[in-house]
């Protein structure tokens, strides 16, 4: 469990670095998604090809597999949304909502139990949000947008947790993001006939921030929390990367003075957020053979 823990907290933080990169990148979101799945992609077929980790898999374990990634792809596409039409901070804090809708779809999907305690963690990140922001109506479409996030990402945990029983982590990992850049590929004239953008190429920084947020914030962080999720349930797992927001906001503040647009609450709902991680991983320590096995 120690070991989860670390991989966990380790992909965290550098899921806290996705926010600021795709607010650095110019890229309207869709393109933003489409070249990082594709560096990913790329990168990863020839690092697992060469450790010998990639694997053939039959259609029927490719499909389930699949439209997982799709649902990746989705999330992302979401999150860079809000990000792009709201701000770094508003993108990145609603993403802890993913919680929320973790401790409501895992009982549904799995047909389990509803956690009382699940729920009442979720509603102590939500009181959070809502002093943050109070939905700042200047803020309504990223706000929808970073909702609409946080639900794909709470569905994709839970998807994710019954593929790893079964099939190894890198294998998976690959099959998901591939399938997940060609299907955004195939609605991708659509999806730029609709929002048009003046060039399809990356700049030079572009470039260089696209790397870094598909080597890093992309291979080296779901690998980790694949990993941890072996041993750690999907509502911990999403409930830690509640987290995220900390590290995101921290940068946002120095990078792009994004405090100039928070109100007097916000440090009050951040400590909602990062005390609802706390008493989990407090209720996690106490009972590791019932949370990191029931879901």
Avoid at 61 to 75: C, E, F, K, N, Y
Avoid at 237 to 261: D, Q
Wanted: charged fraction near 10%; hydrophobic fraction near 55%.
């Amino acid at each position: 469990m120690k070991k989860a823990f670390l991989e966990l907290h380790l992909s965290v933080f550098l899921a806290g670095f996705t926010g600021i990169l795709g607010k650095l990148i110019t890229l309207n979101e869709g393109m933003l998604v489409w070249y990082r799945l594709l560096i990913t992609c790329i990168s990863m077929y020839f690092l697992f090809r060469y450790q010998g980790a990639l694997k053939k898999l039959p259609w029927k374990d490719i499909i389930p597999i699949g439209s997982t990634g799709v649902i990746v792809a989705l999330h992302w596409l979401f999150f860079y949304g809000s990000i792009k039409y709201a701000n770094v901070s508003i993108g990145v804090v609603c993403f802890s909502l993913t919680s929320l809708f973790t401790a409501i779809f895992d009982p549904l999907i799995n047909r389990r139990r509803f956690d009382t305690v699940e729920m009442l963690l979720s509603m102590l990140t939500l009181a959070g949000i809502l002093l943050i922001f109070h939905f700042d109506t200047q803020y309504r479409t990223g706000i929808i947008l970073g909702i609409i996030s946080a639900m794909f990402a709470a569905l994709f945990t839970v998807f994710n947790k019954r593929l790893i029983k079964r099939f190894d982590t890198k294998t998976i990992t690959f099959y998901e993001l591939t399938t997940g850049l060609a299907v955004l590929s195939v609605f991708a004239p659509l999806y730029l006939h609709l929002f048009p953008v003046a060039s399809l190429l990356p700049s030079t920084m572009d470039w260089l921030y696209l790397l870094i947020l598909s080597w890093a914030c992309t291979i080296c962080m779901y690998l980790l929390s694949m990993s941890a999720l072996k041993k750690i349930s999907p509502f911990t797992v999403n409930l830690c990367f509640n987290l995220e927001p900390v590290y995101s906001i921290i940068l946002a503040f120095a990078i792009f003075h994004e405090n100039k647009y928070l109100n007097t609450a916000f440090y009050g709902g951040l400590a909602c957020i990062i005390l609802s991680v706390v008493l989990q991983m407090v209720r996690v320590s106490r009972h590791p053979e019932t949370l990191s096995t029931a879901h």
